[in-house]
């Protein structure tokens, strides 16, 4: 679908679309979809006086109770990748479809940012930021690419497109997942058998799943000493996906030689936290990749005009799986 073109007014959405989100711009969305769907009425949660006419949320983690009244709900749409704030709820109506962005644009803009953080430790650029600030000419060789080893949990959307990006750097990468998948060039192992033989593999680990009742906690101190000592750790995920705890721990004693971290158990990350004090750490606040209104706006327009249509929208979530 052209991103720039206004959809055909084949149909034309009855009921509201409600917007809720504290990290991004109302009007910034609002316009985007406006273009895409002129007639449609587009409402903050804080305009709604009747919440029986919203016929389509578009909301990133909404507070509890938001869609209570909202007896005539059509579809949901979750304004990001990740739905594990969403699923679950006891406010969501039964039966009413949940859809995710996945957005190429959001895909490249998360492998941009693990593209950047597995280069940093492949080119030793730590190693050389240290040296800098002690005034250190400190050559180290550079290592050849296809001699380090990076593995991607997590092969979706976001996962496959940076494990692509990476392997065409040259890099060795590895990529691991629930159901078998092949990708060109990348080492591909599925199931829990399977993990610990792939992060003993990992010079450098790239945490790309979602968050569910089975990827919670799955990488305890258990499963990271399974990485090989000096490994660095790369977390753009989920901070729940890791014993933060014990993460911290192991950057301390040095089996984690390094960290870049997205995401965290508690965000913002406090500011008492060790994690903060730490050399080899580098932290960003949850922003890897974000929702781009201008190239995500025609899926979500598309799928409110199939859901007006009563067909089934594009890009659902299966809430019993948590993804
Ligand atoms: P997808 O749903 O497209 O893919 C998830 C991948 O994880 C799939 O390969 C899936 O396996 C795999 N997976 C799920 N459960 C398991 C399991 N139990 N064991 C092994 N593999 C499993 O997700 P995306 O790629 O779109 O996004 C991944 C996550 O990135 C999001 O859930 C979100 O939390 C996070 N994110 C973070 C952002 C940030 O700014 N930091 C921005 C956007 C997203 P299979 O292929 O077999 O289904």
């Known amino acids: 679908m052209p991103q720039s073109s206004t959809l055909a007014p084949a149909t034309v959405p009855s009921g509201d679309l409600v917007f809720y989100s504290e990290f991004d711009d109302f009007t910034v969305w609002k316009n985007a979809l406006q273009a895409q769907l002129p007639t449609l009425r587009i409402l903050q949660a804080s305009e709604i006086a009747d919440p029986a006419r919203v016929h389509f949320s578009l909301a990133w983690?909404?507070?509890?109770?938001?869609?209570?009244?909202?007896?005539?709900?059509?579809?949901?749409?979750?304004?990001?990748?990740?739905?594990?704030?969403?699923?679950?709820?006891?406010?969501?109506?039964?039966?009413?479809?949940?859809?995710?962005?996945?957005?190429?644009?959001?895909?490249?803009?998360?492998?941009?940012?693990?593209?950047?953080?597995?280069?940093?430790?492949?080119?030793?650029?730590?190693?050389?930021?240290?040296?800098?600030?002690?005034?250190?000419?400190?050559?180290?060789?550079?290592?050849?690419?296809?001699?380090i080893r990076v593995a991607v949990l997590g092969l979706g959307e976001l996962g496959s497109y940076a494990a692509n990006e990476l392997q065409r750097q040259g890099l060795t990468v590895l990529g691991?997942?629930?159901?078998?998948?092949?990708?060109?060039?990348?080492?591909?192992?599925?199931?829990?058998?399977?993990?610990?033989?792939?992060?003993?593999?990992?010079?450098?680990?790239?945490?790309?799943?979602?968050?569910?009742?089975?990827?919670?906690?799955?990488?305890s101190r258990e499963k990271l000493t399974r990485l090989p000592r000096g490994a660095a750790l790369i977390n753009v995920a989920r901070g729940a996906l890791i014993d933060q705890d014990a993460m911290t721990d192991l950057?301390?004693?040095?089996?984690?030689?390094?960290?870049?971290?997205?995401?965290?158990?508690?965000?913002?990350?406090?500011?008492?936290?060790?994690?903060?004090?730490?050399?080899?750490?580098?932290?960003?606040?949850?922003?890897?990749?974000?929702?781009?209104?201008?190239?995500?706006?025609?899926?979500?327009?598309e799928n409110i005009l199939r859901a007006s249509r009563g067909e089934q929208p594009n890009n659902q979530i299966d809430p019993l799986r948590g993804y």
């Open 61 to 147: 983690k909404p507070p509890e109770g938001f869609f209570d009244e909202m007896s005539s709900l059509r579809l949901i749409i979750n304004l990001g990748a990740g739905v594990d704030s969403l699923v679950g709820r006891r406010d969501l109506p039964a039966g009413v479809p949940i859809t995710r962005l996945t957005d190429p644009h959001m895909a490249r803009m998360m492998a941009g940012y693990v593209l950047f953080a597995t280069l940093r430790y492949a080119r030793d650029i730590p190693h050389f930021e240290q040296a800098q600030r002690r005034g250190e000419w400190a050559y180290r060789h550079p290592r050849s690419p296809e001699d």
């Open 176 to 219: 691991w997942s629930r159901q078998p998948r092949q990708l060109a060039g990348i080492q591909c192992f599925a199931g829990l058998d399977t993990l610990d033989m792939v992060l003993s593999q990992a010079d450098i680990l790239v945490v790309m799943l979602p968050l569910t009742p089975q990827t919670q906690g799955l990488l």
């Open 251 to 301: 950057l301390n004693n040095g089996h984690l030689g390094a960290a870049t971290l997205d995401v965290f158990t508690r965000e913002p990350l406090p500011a008492d936290h060790p994690l903060w004090r730490m050399d080899n750490v580098l932290i960003t606040p949850h922003l890897a990749s974000v929702a781009i209104p201008s190239s995500a706006a025609a899926q979500i327009a």
